[in-house]
């Protein structure tokens, strides 16, 4: 039992801490909201800085759909993206 806490203990000490990208951390709203037009393709209406870093770093990954949206979407309000 103790040698399982202990490797636990182990895993915990070496799991790398989750850290915003340098750059990011002193962008004000506007900046951030322009860096996400320039990443994502698109305008975004949020103020929210946590979530345009989220958002901005999930479209580096390529886990966000970018460019703009198509036509049905805007019309229909759907507000998913393609």
């Given at each position: 039992?103790?040698k399982a806490?202990?490797?636990?203990?182990?895993?915990?000490?070496?799991s790398?801490?989750?850290?915003?990208?340098?750059?990011?951390?002193?962008l004000?709203?506007d900046?951030?909201?322009?860096?996400y037009r320039?990443?994502?393709?698109?305008e975004?209406?949020s103020?929210h800085?946590a979530?345009l870093k989220?958002k901005i770093?999930?479209?580096?990954?390529?886990d966000?759909?970018?460019?703009?949206r198509?036509?049905?979407d805007i019309?229909?309000?759907?507000?998913?993206?393609?």
């Amino acid at each position: 039992m103790a040698k399982a806490k202990k490797d636990e203990e182990m895993i915990v000490k070496e799991s790398p801490k989750r850290q915003a990208p340098a750059g990011d951390k002193d962008l004000s709203i506007d900046q951030l909201r322009e860096k996400y037009r320039q990443v994502v393709g698109r305008e975004t209406e949020s103020r929210h800085a946590a979530y345009l870093k989220w958002k901005i770093r999930q479209a580096e990954k390529g886990d966000v759909s970018q460019g703009s949206r198509t036509e049905p979407d805007i019309a229909y309000g759907d507000k998913r993206t393609p």
